[in-house]
């Protein structure tokens, strides 16, 4: 019976340590740092395919104005954007790139993920098709609002200085070093690449561009959100 204790008194412990430890991750910035990732690689997906120059980005639109099922007043909404590709699509170019940055340094998060669910929400309509998976990109829209609703009592807390509302709380924890940080950056930025390449985003033509483009951004801002880190973690030092 003794020694039954004494086996179980160590596996307890790193039972313990181990649940502490998945307590103190920031669960919902992680899903907000991979929503970021998503639009930072759709941003050089529809980059290298070519769907930000008007003719690209209105045969996109078109197309999904032919095969969808959303309702007439939308289509109306696609053809209206369509006929005006020339300025929606580099619009949408400099929206997208800035929503996968803003998401990953975790600056202004609750207004940012809900313009995000928003803007996930329209591309839902437009994609509404019967050979679509209905929650493809639904269950993205619902993370993003779960992420928007979650930060925004820090955003408009009106105790709190306007910088530390803005920059909200810190992604890494304070007992995480710099050294950590750039090598979670390195190891994000490998990864998103890795994704890319098994998965061949792009198309055969630009999947290896589209890879090494996203993961050098993705990890560099990474890098920047562990530094910006450290000005959080100022700020919430600050009186």
């Known amino acids: 019976m003794a020694s039954s204790d004494v086996t179980a008194a160590p596996a307890k412990s790193r039972a313990l340590a181990a649940a502490g430890a998945l307590e103190r991750v920031a669960w919902l910035s992680v899903l907000r740092v991979m929503l970021g990732a998503l639009f930072v690689s759709v941003f050089f997906e529809n980059l290298n395919k070519h769907l930000y120059e008007a003719k690209g980005y209105t045969a996109l639109i078109l197309r999904y104005r032919a095969e969808g099922t959303a309702p007439g007043a939308w289509k109306d909404v ?32 609750g207004l940012v ?3 995000t ?48 509302r803005l920059l909200g709380p810190p992604t890494f924890g304070p007992r995480v070093g710099m050294p950590v940080r750039l090598g979670v950056a390195g190891l994000g930025g490998l990864a998103l ?47």
Do not use: C, M, N
């Open 117 to 164: 669910a928003g803007h996930l929400t329209a591309l839902w309509v437009s994609e509404l098709a019967p050979r679509r998976w209905v929650w493809e990109i639904l269950s993205l829209v619902v993370i993003a609002f779960v992420v928007g609703l979650s930060a925004l009592p820090t955003l408009l807390d009106p105790r709190r200085r306007i910088s530390a």
């Open 193 to 239: 690449a890795g994704a890319i390449l098994a998965a061949k985003t792009g198309g055969q033509a630009h999947y290896t561009d589209v890879a090494w483009q996203a993961g050098v951004t993705f990890g560099v801002l990474l890098a920047l959100l562990g530094l910006l880190d450290r000005w959080r973690e100022r700020e919430a030092a600050a009186p």
């Open 78 to 109: 696609e053809k209206f954007v369509a006929d005006h590709a020339s300025f929606f699509a580099p619009v949408q170019a400099v929206f997208e790139l800035s929503l996968g940055v803003l998401l990953v340094l975790g600056i202004g998060t």
């Open 113 to 115: 993920a809900l313009i």
